[in-house]
């Protein structure tokens, strides 16, 4: 689980704003511009008109007295958007002289206290959170660190490299050079510098040359040329590399997601495969990843709430259906049979209504 020292950081930003949360200050909306498709959350806002000071009260009367109401807490703080939390956490230390955070890590416990934590932060400000926390000696997880960078688009990556810097105080690919090793930290390093297009357009004469420089580089021949690999997923958009697994499954008649799964392994395969993945169908790969995390025995709710508070304000409505799809249940039904108490209702409520 999340350290909980690391969730007690306080709020990323703050902007000191007291209206109803219908108008929205255009500063704080540049700040999660690069993170959300609005219309893909599964976020059920409020229907009731409140405003940061309505909410930061409410949330003290909730604290008050011998025990918290966190039932109180979910249902207030699982109904607000990123740029809502903010101005809570603002409004909260401007009227009671306290932090938000602070008192929410003393309030709750356990999963349900990850959860919240880690959801009240602004998005890149939890990227880059959770990549520094998966980069530490202590709470090491390169894969999560590898999923959380590989799967993000290249402004993302830019927001949370700065956030990064200046919070923790030395740049994301210092720790990568520290924690990782190999291909993976050649790949990990080479992602996070390179400035890939972020458009649909795809060359398609580039994308048969790069098929072709793959295949040579893997399939065809003996041992593999990891340089190769590293250079194309690297440097080539989103869009680009889609269509460049498209041509080598016409070219070749394999699938690049089978040459990368033959010709590598471990990290190094794991990053490959997802950038590969999510140059294709991002929600498929996070409906994967979701599954993963709970199948089997027990649960990997460190994953399981990673994913899910990341990706709820983002593309969670594609993720619900993708998981319906491929595993023929609801993802809420799956969640609701993993989780209970309290943290069932939080992230049943970031996820939205069972359909």
């Not at 530490?136 to 290249?154: G, Q």
């Not at 200046?166 to 992602?191: N, Q, R, T």
């Not at 580089?217 to 040329?225: F, I, P, V, Y």
């Not at 709820?312 to 049979?337: C, F, G, P, R």
Request: with cysteine.
């Amino acid at each position: 689980s999340f350290c909980r020292s690391v969730f007690k950081l306080p709020a990323l930003f703050s902007l000191s704003f007291s209206f109803h949360y219908k108008i929205k200050p255009t500063r704080q909306e540049d700040r999660f511009r690069d993170f959300g498709t609005e219309k893909m959350s599964t976020l059920i806002l409020s229907p009731v008109a409140t405003s940061p000071r309505d909410d930061a009260i409410a949330l003290y009367r909730a604290f008050k007295g011998f025990g918290c109401d966190t039932a109180a807490v979910v249902n207030i703080l699982a109904h607000r958007d990123a740029t809502q939390r903010a101005l809570i956490q603002q409004e909260y230390r401007t009227m009671y002289s306290d932090d938000l955070f602070k008192r929410l890590s003393k309030e709750l416990t356990g999963k349900l206290e990850t959860a919240v934590l880690l959801w009240m932060h602004d998005p890149a400000g939890r990227d880059a959170l959770i990549v520094w926390q998966a980069l530490r000696v202590e709470t090491k997880n390169l894969e999560a660190a590898t999923e959380v960078i590989c799967s993000r688009t290249p402004s993302q990556i830019q927001h949370v490299k700065q956030i990064y810097h200046s919070k923790f105080g030395v740049p994301l690919e210092h720790d990568i050079e520290i924690c990782a090793s190999g291909d993976h930290k050649k790949l990990l390093l080479a992602y996070v510098r390179t400035l890939r297009y972020e458009g649909l357009e795809v060359d398609r004469e580039i994308t048969q040359k790069d098929a072709k420089a793959l295949y040579k580089a893997g399939e065809k021949k003996l041992g593999t040329d990891e340089k190769t690999f590293i250079r194309m997923f690297s440097e080539r958009s989103r869009a680009q590399l889609a269509a460049i697994s498209s041509a080598y499954h016409d070219m070749y008649g394999s699938s690049l997601k089978k040459a990368v799964k033959g010709e590598t392994s471990g990290l190094f395969e794991y990053a490959l495969l997802t950038i590969l993945r999510c140059s294709e169908n991002p929600a498929k790969y996070f409906a994967k990843v979701l599954r993963k995390s709970m199948k089997g025995l027990g649960t990997n709710d460190t994953t399981l709430v990673r994913v899910i508070v990341t990706r709820t304000e983002i593309d969670m409505q594609y993720i619900k259906v993708e998981y319906l799809k491929k595993y023929k249940k609801t993802l809420n039904d799956a969640v609701h049979s993993e989780t209970s108490g309290h943290y069932r209702t939080f992230l049943l409520s970031l996820l939205g209504p069972n359909h």
